[in-house]
């Protein structure tokens, strides 16, 4: 990939009589990892090459003196003039200078490399705070990342969903950054489900807004419940039913009580005023 970006300016310092090249190569390196920079350098013998940030020298070579004894420690270069960079943390972004001098030229050729930096944002953390039955506040936080990117939400766009506030502070030693973010959730239209909130690309886990706090319990009319309610009650019909067929009295109250009110009722559907109301007494 290297080469890849090598290979036409290469070609133009070949052809060209060009001192310092135009635009800078490209390279990227993430917070506590590694970088290989590999500078422009023709295949011909070279007195010195020195890498350097403005003015400060990273590492370099010298044909003929020693050098090296004032390199960034967290550097080293290989026998192909790639300088590797390690333990990689912000402030080695920005730009860096290659200076080539060969043998057989009297100009020193000048080249621009551009390391970016980046440190991925941590998984953002989401805490709910419901204020009351109808009222929500959600956060979400994430730290560590690099550069600063805005806390997204993942929420319907809707009046009944405001932002709050954010805030992002950057840690003195890593210099990356922290990001949170609160956002309010009035809760007249119910529960919410499937939201969540990312920055820098990563997302939080799923969440919930304005669950109820109670949710009705589990009826106490469970299946089996039913089921055996069902069969005390068949059990008892037979048992009365059986009872009734051994007895003539019982036979003559099965009729007296198809002329009660209430029975009437049910037959007649509200025909009969006065038996509705009796009806109605009976059920009070
Ligand atoms: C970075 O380089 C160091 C030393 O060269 C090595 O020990 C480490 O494993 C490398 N880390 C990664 C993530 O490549
Ligand atoms: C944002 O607002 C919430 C609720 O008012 C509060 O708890 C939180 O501390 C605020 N955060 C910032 C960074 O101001
Ligand atoms: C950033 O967040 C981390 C982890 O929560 C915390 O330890 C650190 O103090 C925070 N830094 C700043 C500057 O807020
Ligand atoms: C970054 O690394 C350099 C060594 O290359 C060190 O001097 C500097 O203190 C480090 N900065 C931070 C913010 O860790
Ligand atoms: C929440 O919405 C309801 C119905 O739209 C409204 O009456 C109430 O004032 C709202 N509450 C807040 C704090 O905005």
Known sequence: MIFWKLAPILVMMWHFPVIESAAPIEFRGEVGG??????????RPILFFYFQKGTDFVNGYHASKKIGSNKWANTWMSQDKAVHIYSLNVSHGGDYDCLVKYNDSHEIK????HLSITANFSKPAVTLHPIDDIHWLVTCSSHGGYPSSEMMWNVPESPMVKAVNSS?????????????????????GGETKNLSCSVGGVTSDIFSVCTPKDPPGPSPFTPSVIAAICVAVVIAIIFITVLCLRGRKCKKRQRGAATSPGVQLEKADGENEQDALNGDREAA
Request: proline share 3%; glycine share 0%; aromatic share 12%.
């Open 34 to 43: 590694n970088v290989t920079i590999q500078c422009a350098i023709e295949r």
């Open 110 to 113: 000048k080249n621009f490399i």
């Open 168 to 188: 992002e502070t950057t840690d003195p030693v890593t210099l990356t950054f922290n990001r949170s973010s609160t956002v309010f959730f009035n809760c007249s």
